[in-house]
T-cell receptor, first 116, second 115 residues
Framework: NAGVTQTPKFQVLKTGQSMTLQCAQD?????MSWYRQDPGMGLRLIHY???????DQGEVPNGYNVSRSTTEDFPLRLLSAAPSQTSVYFC???????????????FGPGTRLTVL | KQEVTQIPAALSVPEGENLVLNCSFT??????LQWFRQDPGKGLTSLLL?????REQTSGRLNASLDKSSGRSTLYIAASQPGDSATYLC??????????????FGSGTQLTVLP
C-alpha cells in the first residue's frame, strides 16, 4: 500500500492564480481531511469528508473548496490564491471517525505552497 | 474552544538522557489524545494513542500518560538517541459525537538529541 499520497510536493503561485492540491489514499478509508501547518500554530483543519459525496468545513475553510467523488481521492482547490495561504498542506485519512476511540489518522508527506 | 499547548517549543538534550515532553489542554471532555512525530519535510506519524478511559500507553522506549482532570499529558522518552530528533505534536479529539470529533493540535516541541 502506498498509504496517503500528495502531489505536488512544492508549488509556487502568484496572487490570484488557482490550483488544485491532490490527495489520494489506497486504504479504503472513509474519513479524509486537509490541514494547513503554519510556524508556531500547529495544524489547523481546513475541510474534511466522512465519505464519498459528503464534505464539511473545518476551522479555517475560507478560500478553499473540496469535493469527494470517490473514496480514494480528496482534492483541495484554491480558487484565487493569496499570500496568506502560503503554508504546508497535509492530507490525512482514517478508516472511520466517529465510532472507534482507537482510530488514528495517517498523514501524507505534505505540499509546501508559496504564494507571491 | 479547545486549546492545546506544548511547552517548551524546543528542547536539546545529550544522547542517553531520559526526557519528558508536555502537553496541556483546556477542555477535559476528550475522546482520546494522540502523540505524533514529524520529521523535517515529512508528514506526521502516530506514536501513541490514549483513550479517555486510559491512564497511559507504552511503545518501546516511549510512554505517554494522560490526566484528564488536570488537562495534561506527557510523553516520556527513555534513553534518548539522535534518531529521536524530530518535532513531537500532541492532538486531542473532543468527546462530542459524530463528525465533530476533529483533532486539535498543539504547536509541537522540536527535540534535538546531541550525539
Amino acid at each position: 500500500n502506498a498509504g496517503v499520497t500528495q502531489t505536488p510536493k512544492f508549488q509556487v503561485l502568484k496572487t490570484g492564480q488557482s490550483m488544485t492540491l491532490q490527495c489520494a489514499q489506497d486504504m479504503n478509508h472513509e474519513y479524509m481531511s486537509w490541514y494547513r501547518q503554519d510556524p508556531g500554530m500547529g495544524l489547523r483543519l481546513i475541510h474534511y469528508s466522512v465519505g464519498a459525496g459528503i464534505t464539511d468545513q473545518g476551522e479555517v475553510p475560507n478560500g478553499y473548496n473540496v469535493s469527494r467523488s470517490t473514496t480514494e481521492d480528496f482534492p483541495l482547490r484554491l480558487l484565487s490564491a493569496a499570500p496568506s495561504q502560503t503554508s504546508v498542506y497535509f492530507c490525512a485519512s482514517s478508516s472511520s471517525w466517529a465510532n472507534s476511540p482507537t482510530d488514528t489518522q495517517y498523514f501524507g508527506p505534505g505540499t509546501r505552497l508559496t504564494v507571491l | 474552544k479547545q486549546e492545546v499547548t506544548q511547552i517548551p517549543a524546543a528542547l536539546s538534550v545529550p544522547e542517553g538522557e531520559n526526557l519528558v515532553l508536555n502537553c496541556s489542554f483546556t477542555d477535559s471532555a476528550i475522546y482520546n489524545l494522540q502523540w505524533f512525530r514529524q520529521d523535517p519535510g515529512k508528514g506526521l506519524t502516530s506514536l501513541l494513542l490514549i483513550q479517555s478511559s486510559q491512564r497511559e500507553q507504552t511503545s518501546g522506549r516511549l510512554n505517554a500518560s494522560l490526566d484528564k482532570s488536570s488537562g495534561r499529558s506527557t510523553l516520556y522518552i527513555a534513553a534518548s538517541q539522535p534518531g529521536d530528533s524530530a518535532t513531537y505534536l500532541c492532538a486531542v479529539r473532543p468527546s462530542s459525537s459524530g463528525s465533530a470529533r476533529q483533532l486539535t493540535f498543539g504547536s509541537g516541541t522540536q527535540l534535538t538529541v546531541l550525539p
